[in-house]
């Protein structure tokens, strides 16, 4: 079980090292990161985030049961 963490571990280093060997150079040189239609996705993520965050209110299926604990 420990090698098969390890071996997880290893190959999450390579992937972050491709993408640093890719993405940096990239961003240096002013090129976008993602394409437009990618851009646009994370827009509409950062508004639909945004948006819930009006203080809490629960939306949707269940909502009457909805709680929260601290």
């Not at 993520?45 to 601290?70: F, H, I, M, Q, W």
């Amino acid at each position: 079980m420990v090698a098969v963490i390890l071996t997880m571990l290893l190959l999450l280093a390579l992937a972050l090292a491709v993408l640093a060997a890719v993405a940096v150079p990239a961003r240096r040189a002013g090129r976008e990161l993602l394409t437009d239609r990618g851009q646009a996705a994370l827009e509409g993520l950062r508004e639909r985030g945004a948006a819930g965050t009006d203080g809490g209110t629960a939306t949707g299926p269940g909502a009457d049961r909805a709680t929260v604990t601290v």
